[in-house]
């Protein structure tokens, strides 16, 4: 093939630009301009979606690292019991402050109680929204748990726990994506929430005219179920996670009303 | 042709060092007027090197074969009908003839006739 070239063609690569050259190159730019602008655009959607799995194990390893944390942390708290009941039995005056120390734990959240009160129990609707219904009232939403929690709390619960996640003045439920997070735990539908406390008006609370109950109307009406169960025993764990403070501090009583008019005057 | 491809290496470039990036959903936007314009490119090639390149017929071809591409693009969006589709074979098909053409013009051999694909 190649011996069958006759001659050079008219072309020369090193004269100058010939008049028709000019705007075909101009337009040759503009696409060159195009093709590197969309290879840059593919690079980098490539890079973000290769990141994932090494962001996954990433969050995996921590998770990990909570949960052990978590463990030792509840061993932790068990011993400290278990030497303060020993040190209550000695009689060695101590008795009085581990009395203290237990009503005071028992305040914070720290220990797992029991006794009469409600379940309430929370379920996603298990169909899947129609062309012409909203999604949003298919899910249970972190909104719908703080207001139960409130009601609860409101109406006399001692105690409450989500998913034995117990909710304690320092709880916080809010929503990550697809999940609901009560005290930085993930949690998922079914919701069993559990209060101590007084069933009657806990019940009536919640069931109470435009209340709790009534407000997932749009979720039972799409298949969505809460369910209230009274007159059992109840037992909600202890809380597990950090307590400690690290910025706020005590205010000395003497001082206490006075400190409240001068902040952020 | 050297001319026209120094100039596309430029246009890489000068988009490599852009300040700037598309959306990512121009992409399909971008591919089809990328090759709208490649075709009108090599198109313009041909014609100047069989000597009857006329710059009106270039401009025209150009800017009538993008937004025809884009408008394809958008109304197939529209509908939920990958209409795009159609642009990029046809002008996959023209680039790839006008590219045979041309590699016959330069080396000497003329087409055999108009439309031959093959070398």
Known sequence: ?265 | MFWVMAAMALGVWIGAYMPFALPPNMAKYISVSFLAGLDSVLGGTRAGIENRFNLSVFVSGFTTNLVLAGLMTYVGDLLGVEMYLAAVVTFGRRIFENLAIIRRDLIGVPPRSPSTLQG
Request: charge should be neutral; proline fraction near 6%.
């Open chain 1, 1 to 265: 093939m190649l011996g069958l070239i006759p001659e050079r063609s008219t072309v020369d690569k090193s004269s100058p630009p010939q008049s028709w050259q000019v705007p075909v190159a101009m337009a040759s730019i503009l696409m060159g301009i195009l093709v590197s602008l969309q290879f840059r655009n593919q690079t980098t959607a490539n890079k973000s979606t290769n990141k994932q799995p090494e962001l996954i194990a990433m969050i995996k390893n921590l998770e990990e690292e909570r949960d052990r944390i978590t463990q030792e942390l509840q061993a932790t708290r068990a011993r400290l019991s278990e030497i303060e009941a020993k040190l209550a039995q000695e009689g060695t005056g101590y008795g009085e402050l581990a009395k203290q120390m237990a009503e005071a734990r028992m305040q914070a959240g720290l220990m797992a109680m029991k006794g009469p009160g409600v379940t309430v129990t929370l379920s996603d609707s298990k169909r899947r929204p129609g062309p012409d219904e909203d999604a949003y009232f298919f899910i249970i939403h972190d909104a719908d748990l703080q207001t139960l929690t409130n009601e609860l709390f409101a109406a006399g619960a001692e105690a409450v726990s989500i998913n034995d996640q117990r909710i304690i003045t320092r709880s916080s439920i809010r929503c990550v994506g697809p999940s609901v997070l009560v005290n930085t735990v993930q949690l998922a539908s079914p919701f069993v929430v559990k209060a101590i406390g007084p069933s009657k008006e806990i019940e009536g609370g919640l069931r109470m005219p435009n209340g709790f109950f009534d407000s997932m109307a749009m979720l039972i009406r799409s298949g969505g179920e809460v369910k209230i169960t009274t007159g059992e025993e109840i037992v909600t764990p202890a809380f597990t996670g950090s307590m400690s403070f690290r910025l706020a501090q005590p205010v000395p009583e003497n001082t206490k009303t006075g400190a409240v008019s001068a902040t952020h005057s």
